[in-house]
């Protein structure tokens, strides 16, 4: 059930104007007319989607969602295949590649901030991770409609095959001796790889990475959310390639 | 009732440590003994908090919370008087401001991230903000026990003081001409003020800031969630202070 809703106004409204495949939208009888819910039924009749207004017992078996009374029954997003993505033309690039990102309040937040970023493209392994649901669609604010989702089996298979397209592989991680700011982003592909809260980016990977990277804690208490240490360090990035 | 719990291993165990007053702790009947038990059980000793075993039933009005069968019956937090603040010796630090942000999980994140930053203090308004409930201080990881939480009833009153404390200010706002990277930020104190997801910093702030900065975006697609973006501001003033 999960991965097949998206709920909540700003949601719907990005996924019609993405031209996201929608099956039906669901409005509760109970909620007030507004701008939004006029731009959404005007999105719906654009595009040929259907809309419901239905008694509020209808969003029971929803009620785990802040729905504000309206819910899109969707097709799953579509996923990215790794070896197309790798054959468009790349320049300065970034990927970021989440390996055990568990909390999807995270994954949400992660998307948005490589959207903001101009991250081209997000690698996430299909397993030990955190999926694209529900949760993950509204916490988004719709910029999962703006960036590849790229599903793999293998973290590492990924991993070597960009560095086979050479493209270089930063790793974040608390342990690092480098600071993430003394590397140079610039002129390069690159991938940032973002562990697990607590476990970190796993050791297979942290072999294979260019780049071990932390990030510097002023007081003694290390405990960055993982979209904040991402935050920081894609910023960086950003600034290194803009800054005059 | 939300202000007087804290719930969840880790919250329960940085409050101890942190030597919060802690009225009781509940333990369910129904979870199995491990390390963090045993060590919550042994610092509980130390501190002379009681603790007991109840049925999971006693759990029940706690159901909205993620708290892993353990609560602990807290005082409030002490907030900290402005004041007070102001009068203690202050050198190259940053305090910030929210501005109306509603959502208790950025509440958490921003907390944990100031504390990672060397931020001296969080202050928020009395009013149209959240508050430091048990999700805040679940979700900040016990980081709210390492800063000082400064609540005012006029944010423009507190702007006008840390001003007439020779206090800068900036301001972070979308449509802000300067970017964030293009302040420097050592060899003063200054206060960074951040705003609702929606509306921003309000007017009268901005008019009180010396400096207002947006965060660049490389994509038509401006909506960084709060806590990240003020990872971005914040580490980079970090990075102005330790880069060699």
Redo the contacts between chains.
Sequence with gaps: MEENIIFGKNAVTEALIAGREINKILISKNIHSDAKLNNIKELAKQNGVIFQFVAKEKFLPYAQYNHQGIIAQISPIQYKDLDEFLEEKHENDAVVILDGVEDS?NLG?II??C????VAGIIIPARRNVQVNATVEKIS???IN?IPIIKVNSSVNAVQKLKNSDWWVVAADASAKD?Y??VNYKDMNFALIMGAEHAGVSKSLLKLSDFVVK?????D?????V??????I???T??QK??K
């Design positions: 309040h937040a948005r901030t959207v903001c970023a101009g604010a719709g910029a703006h600071n700011y003394d990030i510097p804690m002023l007081k208490f290390n405990s960055l959310n979209s904040n240490a991402l935050s920081a894609i910023f960086e950003v600034r803009l800054q």
